[in-house]
């Protein structure tokens, strides 16, 4: 099992810059992907960016790319999702996942990829 845990969210102002972070626990060294998605009132759960540590590669939702930046440290124990010109339509709760299978590059941007989902964080952009 592995356990995820997120922090690092809270209310900025439009432009403005948040680094959200995953640390995992239990059986990390299975851990093949990470993923940030995210969820916003009344809307569907929607990829935001993925690590892949066997191929040390990113992928990245097309309206982020450019602003997000998302890495992995630590032997697969913390991942991060840096999140620069934040807009308010980046307003959502936004969650960690991590699953040990091998995933495709396309699969990763699929929620039911990942077996590992922590609790969530709110990420709030003021206008």
């Known amino acids: 099992q592995v356990q995820l845990v997120e922090s690092g969210g809270g209310l900025v102002q439009a432009g403005g810059s948040l680094r959200l972070s995953c640390a995992a626990s239990?059986?990390?060294?299975?851990?093949?992907?990470m993923g940030w998605f995210r969820q916003a009132p009344g809307k569907e759960r929607e990829f935001v960016a993925a690590?892949?540590?066997?191929?040390?590669?990113?992928f990245y939702a097309d309206f982020v790319k450019g602003r997000f930046t998302i890495s992995g440290f630590n032997a697969k124990n913390t991942a991060y999702l840096q999140m620069n010109s934040l807009k308010p339509e980046d307003t959502a709760l936004y969650y960690c996942?991590?699953?040990?299978?091998?995933?495709?590059?396309?699969?990763?941007?699929?929620?039911?990829?990942?077996?590992?989902w922590g609790q969530g964080t709110q990420v709030t952009v003021s206008s």
């Open positions: 690590f892949n540590w066997r191929s040390v590669s990113t």
């Open positions: 239990g059986r990390t060294f299975r851990t093949d992907t």
């Open positions: 996942a991590a699953t040990d299978r091998v995933l495709s590059n396309s699969a990763m941007r699929y929620s039911n990829s990942y077996n590992y």
